[in-house]
């Protein structure tokens, strides 16, 4: 049986969102700006930090088998002195639901344009045959304290790649569906299809360089060369501003398939006379002067291939990669094969010379420099999209008083495990009722704070 206090704290909480929420949002705002935590998972805003109540996957919703109408939503948390107010029973305090629209999903973006907060949502439209698309995504804006929400647009297909980028101040979302490359300008909400059939794409994740500014993509051969029996793809590039469309490469028997764009290099497989391998080109001068192979393993051996970024000279920092149930890295340029973990690993991203991965145990890091593992999170069963802002790990997990299956946000400190000073894990996301700890549990304190085990 759950403290009675505790459940009417819930429903204290339940109804004070449902009031505020049916008479608008009556939010303050904050006074400076907010940053764009990188993935696009979380918004950090002065003493703020803005996320999604809960993970809601796709197939759930389609299911209707995991709906919370009171947890789901764009929230915040509102820090004092830099850290999260818990009250006697460890529930977080100073919770504000901003929007009632789902943004904890598989295509999670949020980011912040001056004081306007933009992100995706499912489509919650019917198609012509009288379903919901969830795996769809509808992008929208509004103010950091969610009025004036505007939907800006709704892809035509489940979102496969996704980015937000600043150009001669000028904000633009861009989105390849699967087939499509669109681009979406959220100050006119104006929208332009950059190239149809397209086989796969690969843009900047943020802008730094004109390089960034181009999108590339793959599209197949003509029905007239296929039908004499050419074989292979057609690279090419659009610019995202200027809309101009220019073939980059086209060689019969060859195919190249983009993966990203970063560091001012096109990363991407090139399979030619039956071998494919990773490659990197800026571009420079012509293709081939400018293509530099990454690694001598073939792509079908190798699994999360990650491109460190650059060093603070502006050097090229490793390639990092899964190969044969280890975790690896090449020097750019060199093809030698520098064992970093040997074991079977899930990385999550990069940040500097850092790998930061998953196990069953939890969410580490790890450096390609000194090869030693630390610990940040024990909690096990979480999702992979993971958010970082320099110091925070933020990520949708299950607390271990689970029993609705329910993944709530949570913050994990970096600094903690780099310090030695143990897994430090808080949660940020309002609790169901039927996932907070029972009353002959422990519950004063919702953070973790334990010895690193590795």
């Given at each position: ?7 009417a704290l ?50 759930d ?5 995991n709906?919370?109408?009171d ?64 795996d ?8 950091n ?7 800006l ?25 699967g ?11 104006a929208?332009?299809?950059l190239a ?67 560091n001012g ?9 039956g ?22 393993a ?15 000279e ?9 190969y ?15 064992e ?44 992979t ?31 903690a ?24 549990e ?13």
């Amino acid at each position: 049986m759950k403290k009675i206090k505790v459940l009417a704290l819930f429903l204290c909480m339940a109804f004070c969102t449902v009031f505020f929420t049916a008479c608008g949002n009556n939010l303050t705002a904050p006074t400076g700006t907010g940053n764009m935590v990188e993935h696009g998972e979380v918004l950090v805003y002065d003493d703020y930090i803005y996320f999604g109540g809960m993970y809601i996957s796709n197939a759930d919703m389609e299911n209707g088998d995991n709906r919370n109408a009171d947890l789901e939503g764009l929230w915040r948390i509102k820090l004092e002195d830099g850290k999260i107010s818990y009250d006697e029973d460890g529930n977080p305090q100073n919770l504000e639901r901003v929007v009632g629209k789902i943004v904890g999903t598989e295509n999670a973006f949020m980011y912040s344009v001056g004081d306007e907060i933009v992100f995706a949502s499912p489509n919650v439209k019917l198609t012509q045959q009288s379903q919901t698309a969830f795996d769809r995504t509808t992008y929208f804006k509004m103010s950091n304290v969610g009025t004036g929400l505007t939907e800006l647009y709704t892809t035509e297909a489940a979102v496969q790649s996704q980015a937000l980028l600043i150009i001669d101040n000028v904000p633009y979302i861009i989105v390849y569906d699967g087939t499509n490359i669109v681009k979406i300008n959220v100050n006119t909400k104006a929208s332009k299809v950059l190239a149809t059939d397209v086989t796969s794409a690969a843009f900047a994740s943020s802008y730094s360089s004109a390089f960034d500014g181009d999108v590339y993509f793959t599209v197949n051969l003509s029905e007239e060369d296929t039908s004499i029996g050419l074989t292979g793809n057609i690279l090419k590039k659009v610019n995202i501003v200027s809309e101009e469309e220019t073939q980059v490469r086209q060689q019969y028997g060859e195919t190249i398939t983009v993966n990203t764009v970063k560091n001012g290099y096109l990363y991407y497989t090139r399979t030619d006379n039956g071998n494919t391998f990773y490659f990197a080109n800026n571009f420079t001068s012509s293709f081939e002067a400018g293509e530099v192979q990454l690694t001598s393993a073939i792509t079908s051996d190798i699994t999360s291939f990650t491109p460190l970024g650059l060093d603070q000279e502006g050097n090229v920092l490793p390639i990092v990669f899964e190969y044969q149930s280890r975790l690896v890295y090449s020097n750019f340029g060199s093809l030698v094969v520098n064992e970093i973990l040997n074991e079977d690993v899930t990385v999550l991203f990069e940040s500097g010379d850092y790998i930061y991965y998953s196990t069953s145990s939890g969410i580490y890091r790890v450096s390609y420099k000194d090869k030693v593992s630390q610990q940040i999170s024990d909690l096990a069963n979480f999702q992979t999209n993971v958010t970082f802002d320099g110091r925070y790990i933020y990520f949708y997990a299950q607390n271990e008083d689970n029993t609705t299956g329910n993944y709530y946000m949570y913050r994990a400190d970096v600094n903690a495990a780099e310090n030695g000073t143990g897994i430090k894990t808080e949660l940020l996301s309002k609790l169901h009722e039927d996932d907070m700890p029972d009353e002959d549990e422990e519950t004063s304190d919702t953070s973790t704070d334990s010895s690193t085990s590795n």
